[in-house]
Structure formats: structure tokens, C-alpha cells
Nanobody, 119 residues
């Protein structure tokens, strides 16, 4: 069983940067792909980025490519999402998730962290 706990959300101004963290624990979490998603009010959950177990391979949604950076500290079992040039439309609840294989569905989810960007 994998547990995921996000932190680092909050209220920021447009143009600011923010870094989210997700601490992963349980079992063989080091072997899992870790990703970030977000869900804005009234919208479906949106994939943002994923990093593989090695931390060397990443993939991003086109909507955030160039502004968001995913990274992974293998020793700390923590995945990060660095967000820059934030805009009000980035306001959402941000979730981290884990899956064992890249072809699996996302099996484990954190509780979410609210990010609010004011104009």
C-alpha cells in the first residue's frame, strides 16, 4: 500500500512561483511512477506531469510544459512540482498519484493541496 501526502499549496499572486511536495511511503514506492494532476472547480481532473522511478524521465501536459517542472528525490521518496508564472486559471486542487507501470491506471492518490492564484 502506498501513501501520498501533498504539501506546499496556498494563496499566491499572479506571476508568482510555488513548489508542491508529495511525500510517498509504503511498500516499494521507489519503484513507482509518480505524477501530478489538478482539478479546478467544475472541471475534470487534468494530468500535469509524470516522472519515472529513476527520476530521469519526465513527461508533461502541453498546457504546463515550460512552466511546470516535476522532479523526484529518490532518497526522500518525495516528488515535487515546481510551478512558475502562475495565473488565476491555475487555481485548482493539486494531487499527486502513483502507479507501478507506465501502462497501469493511477492506483494511489494523495488527499490534494489547494493552490489559489489571485489576479
Amino acid at each position: 500500500q502506498v501513501q501520498l501526502v501533498e504539501s506546499g499549496g496556498g494563496l499566491v499572486q499572479a506571476g508568482d512561483s510555488l513548489r508542491l511536495s508529495c511525500a510517498a511511503s509504503g511498500g516499494t514506492v521507489a519503484m513507482f511512477n509518480l505524477g501530478w494532476f489538478r482539478q479546478a472547480p467544475g472541471k475534470e481532473r487534468e494530468f500535469l506531469a509524470v516522472v519515472d522511478p529513476s527520476g530521469r524521465n519526465t513527461r508533461y501536459a502541453d498546457s504546463v510544459k515550460g512552466r511546470f517542472t516535476i522532479s523526484r528525490n529518490i532518497a526522500l521518496n518525495t516528488v515535487y512540482l515546481r510551478m512558475s508564472s502562475l495565473q488565476p486559471e491555475d487555481t485548482a486542487v493539486y494531487y499527486c498519484a502513483a502507479r507501478f507501470r507506465a501502462t497501469d491506471s493511477w492506483q494511489y492518490w494523495g488527499q490534494g493541496s489547494q493552490v489559489t492564484v489571485s489576479s
